[in-house]
T-cell receptor, first 114, second 110 residues
């Protein structure tokens, strides 16, 4: 099983809302990632969690707040977003971080900020 | 960081071979990857190649690696309409950070 699941599939929110994106994997992977992908562009790395600890934050604005409650779950809390934050948000996981490990991606959450 | 370069578009006729090219930047990358993304979907891992290999074949897919020129290619034999998608190459840089190519949109004409 190489499945990474993400919920919701689609999310529409206003600039004053608070919402969360969820990601889950049951492959025993210890590294999890959040990427942001704009239309017709490659994914851009936002955050890396390794053994449930935040190891990389690619200078992401504080209105995006990641959380890793356990080794299978990764959340992305959203607050006071801007319309330019509308994008496809992809979660990925790999066995470990810091090595050359294949990343497996979820289907993404399509976020629209009004 | 420096861009991983790909041609933006490629059109082929059904049944022909497709060749998608990628120029990467980090000569110390140990693995190089090809992902496929269909419209509105996530990234599907297609194949990968270890940096000490020149070629890897997996059913209809052939990956060629030229380390000297930092050039990677993906050949799809007998291309089908279901192969229409965006294809991203990816390299790993320091700290297991993936850097994706700019993406090639493949259109298969019936």
């Amino acid at each position: 099983d190489t499945e990474v699941t993400q919920t919701p599939k689609h999310l529409v929110m206003g600039m004053t809302n608070k919402k969360s994106l969820k990601c889950e994997q049951h492959m025993g992977h210890r590294a999890m990632y959040w990427y942001k992908q704009k239309a017709k562009k490659p994914p851009e790395l936002m955050f890396v969690y390794s053994y449930e600890k935040l190891s990389i934050n690619e200078s992401v604005p504080s209105r995006f707040s990641p959380e890793c409650p356990n080794s299978s779950l990764l959340n992305l809390h959203l607050h006071a977003l801007q319309p330019e934050d509308s994008a496809l948000y992809l979660c990925a996981s790999s066995q470990v971080a810091g090595g050359s490990d294949t990343q497996y991606f979820g289907p993404g959450t399509r976020l629209t900020v009004l | 960081g420096e861009d991983v370069e790909q041609s933006l578009f490629l059109s082929v006729r059904e049944g022909d071979s497709s060749v998608i090219n990628c120029t990467y930047t980090d000569s110390s990358s140990t693995y190089l990857y090809w992902y496929k993304q269909e419209p509105g979907a996530g990234l599907q891992l297609l194949t990968y190649i270890f940096s000490n290999m020149d070629m890897k074949q997996d059913q209809r897919l052939t990956v060629l690696l030229n380390k000297k020129d930092k050039h990677l290619s993906l050949r799809i034999a007998d291309t089908q309409t279901g192969d229409s998608a965006i294809y991203f190459c990816a390299e790993i840089r320091t700290g297991n950070q993936f850097y994706f190519g700019t993406g090639t949109s493949l259109t298969v004409i019936p």
